[in-house]
């Protein structure tokens, strides 16, 4: 009898932890290992297929803050994810609401804004390649009939940003208003109808309803457009096609921080020092998180 | 135990034994009656599909797969990772000439083909392709030769005909005995043809790089694997030919193998391409029928030269690699390069074959029947072996992106030099 007390006793403590255990153990093995095992490998001179080379300490992040390579990635980066994410929330949150709107066969609309989303991302980096592309893409020939000389989209710093924000803004934009939609339709009715009787126009019901029963959605759609935003990979890559399309162009113009990491890893070899990039990437990323949440936290405040 | 439960706890183990089976991989294939399947990776078409069945129908048992992938530089990004994780690789993989050197730093994770018997058909190829898989030691070869990028030059005879520059090949190839003549031979082209939206050249990239092969021996590094991209004539020499070539505007400042370059194809914006055996047949699927006896083949300024060829591996992750083996021994040897000429146009290593009717009397009737065997013999017997070093991939991006920014005019010709010299360096870390 005391040895069965002791057992329930035991299992009541123990079982909690067991229950919870498969979460930890997936964490430990996909999440913690690799992100360990990384910032060993960061610290080494390892050649992809060479092996590791020897220990040499922080040397790999002191060539990475010297290395005008990596800060031009940067700058891509962020001037990329500003550039896309700015109007793709602006337009998500305008559709979310005509969307909510009285509107003709509205599921249709719904599921439609999403269409973008389903699409493979490979056939949208070629299919946008091809409309941006210099000598035969849809938009310099449009340009043309306006007047307007080809434009080599690959070519400029600031033209190929357009060009993949736009990528990315396709895609995207329809997912996030679906989100801002499901919000939406929790915002009470009667706040639109008192709005309506007090001879509100639907810009002002917008600014001053929509907007601010969103703010805390906007700010989660926010912190996951960040996430990926700093981690821009595949349109950037698939933009500019044919070989070698993991520089970004030939001065690196559209080549993102996780393009120079791949770059670095694979064509250059240089396993400890992608390390150091992905190390720096995921700091850089924890520090957007932690900006969005302190954001989170005032807006929370202010209500 | 009830009902429910019981069938939970057998679809539950059920599921463990599917997965347990699953993760040992091709144990159900050893254990019904020695049938084998072989997992084949390439990249691009190496014409192989008829001859996985004749040797299909040969060796009873054996299933041949293959996977290709068309982007090389994805292909080698795989395959990198999978030959460093040592698994995964397949049975059978094919190793691009610019990356044997690097592969060969992990020579250990191949099957060394010395152990079964490489000596006995090592002469039997050109021998920088025997050497150019050995490891500097001499004691471990990774890899069999199957064909060789001996370069001609492609061109567009219409395009030609509308400049008022001769179309036989013959003739065509006289414009051109040096890489100074072709630039002058672009120079009349440009100003024949009157239509700045047709082209001498696809790239300057492309030229350069054949000028660069050219060049003999080795180009950015020396045998110990030193950058020795400035003391090196021979890729000051092509970078200086390139420059000329752009500032004559003769290039459509396209990137090989893009989007673009495929449309460019199809639209005709340029008019010749440096052009190793296998182009011919990238060439006849990228410009499609209706070019068809548009195009023709001459031999390349400077004499012979390299752009390509490829070896097949075993790596030693494969679980059958007698089987792999086999294979390879059978797709590298006469039969099987003789397979890959005729249906995909590669040329092959084994110079034994250059002297058959097969070769001598091959015409292409898409490139206005050129005697391609003729054409591309004689280039690959021209060919002078290259040392490709282990980071030879990322200084030839380094040179080739900075060259592409000079042709763009985001960099000044003169500044050009001294970007690519530093771009190089910091590649070759």
Request: hydrophobic share 45%.
């Amino acid at each position: 009898m005391r040895i069965r007390d002791r057992f329930i006793k035991t299992e009541a403590r123990v079982a909690p932890y067991a229950f919870v255990s498969p979460f930890f153990i997936v964490f430990a093995i996909f999440g913690l290992f690799p992100l360990l095992y990384t910032l060993w490998v960061s610290l080494h001179d390892w050649s992809l297929l060479a092996g590791d080379q020897g220990y040499v300490g922080f040397a790999n992040y002191r060539e990475l803050m010297q290395d005008p390579d990596f800060w031009r990635a940067l700058t891509n980066t962020i001037g990329i994810f500003v550039l896309a994410t700015v109007p793709q929330l602006i337009l998500a949150t305008v559709l979310a609401q005509v969307l909510n709107g009285k509107l003709r066969g509205r599921t249709f609309w719904r599921m439609g804004v999403l269409l973008p989303n389903v699409t493979s991302v490979a056939a949208v980096g070629i299919i946008f390649g091809l409309i941006f592309a210099r000598d035969y893409g849809i938009v310099n020939w449009a340009l043309g009939h306006v007047g307007v000389e080809p434009i080599d989209w690959q070519g400029h710093r600031w033209s190929s940003w357009l060009a993949i924000s736009v990528m990315v803004d396709w895609r995207w934009t329809g997912y996030n208003a679906l989100i801002l939609l499901a919000s939406l339709q929790a915002v009470p009715k009667e706040l639109y109808e008192a709005a309506r009787i007090d001879g509100a126009s639907a810009w002002r019901q917008f600014w001053s309803i929509t907007v601010p029963m969103l703010r805390p959605t906007i700010i989660f759609v926010s912190i996951v457009a960040t996430i990926g935003g700093v981690q821009l990979f595949t349109e950037p890559l698939l933009f500019g096609s044919g070989v070698n399309a993991i520089a970004g162009g030939s001065t690196g113009q559209f080549q993102t921080v996780a393009m120079y990491l791949v770059q670095q890893a694979f064509t250059g070899q240089r396993f400890g020092y992608a390390s150091t990039v992905a190390w720096v990437l995921f700091l850089l990323i924890a520090i957007f998180a932690v900006i969005n949440v302190a954001l989170l936290r005032r807006i929370k405040s202010v209500d | 135990m009830n009902r429910t439960k019981r069938i939970a706890a057998a679809a539950v183990s059920s599921l463990v034994v599917g997965v347990l089976a699953a993760g040992c991989g091709g144990s159900s294939d050893d254990g019904s009656g020695g049938s084998v399947t072989l997992r084949v990776n390439l990249f691009g078409q190496f014409g192989y599909k008829d001859l996985y069945k004749q040797y299909e129908s040969e060796h009873p048992g054996v299933k041949i797969v293959e996977s290709a992938e068309g982007d090389l530089g994805k292909y080698n990004t795989k395959l990198s990772q999978q030959i460093a994780a040592n698994a995964a690789a397949g049975d059978v993989v094919a190793i691009e000439e610019g990356q044997t050197v690097n592969f060969l730093q992990s020579a250990d994770k191949f099957v060394n083909l010395q152990e079964h018997g490489f000596a006995e058909i090592k002469d039997d190829y050109l021998p920088f392709v025997a050497s150019a898989a050995t490891t500097a030691d001499g004691k471990t070869t990774i890899g069999l030769g199957t064909d060789v990028g001996g370069l001609a030059m492609c061109y567009r005879r219409d395009l030609f005909e509308k400049a008022g520059l001769p179309t036989d090949r013959e003739e065509v190839a006289k414009l051109w005995p040096t890489w100074e003549d072709f630039i002058a031979t672009g120079e009349k082209f440009q100003a024949g043809i009157g239509d700045d939206k047709i082209h001498f050249v696809d790239a300057a990239t492309n030229t350069y790089n054949s000028i660069l092969m050219q060049g003999g021996d080795e180009t950015y590094f020396d045998r110990d694997n030193k950058l020795v991209v400035e003391s090196n004539p021979a890729v000051m020499n092509a970078w200086g030919l390139a420059n000329d070539m752009i500032e004559a505007k003769l290039t459509a400042k396209l990137v090989a193998f893009s989007d673009e370059w495929n449309a460019g194809f199809k639209n005709g914006s340029f008019a010749t391409v440096a052009c190793p055996a296998w182009m011919t047949g990238y060439i006849k699927g990228q410009a499609g029928d209706g070019f068809a006896g548009k195009w023709d083949i001459a031999t390349v300024p400077g004499g012979g030269g390299s752009w390509g060829g490829s070896w097949l591996s075993v790596p030693k992750s494969s679980k059958h690699q007698k089987e792999a083996i086999e294979l390879i021994k059978f797709l590298s040897s006469k039969t099987g390069q003789l397979g890959a000429f005729k249906s995909e146009g590669r040329l092959p290593s084994l110079p034994a074959l250059y002297d058959t009717p097969e070769l001598k009397d091959a015409k292409n009737d898409y490139f206005n029947n050129a005697p391609t065997g003729q054409l591309f013999v004689a280039g690959a017997k021209n060919l002078q072996p290259v040392y490709l070093g282990a980071k030879n991939v990322p200084v030839r991006d380094a040179f080739e992106n900075v060259l592409r920014s000079v042709e763009n005019g985001q960099r000044s010709a003169s500044d050009g030099w001294g970007e690519a010299v530093k771009a190089a360096q910091k590649a070759a870390k």
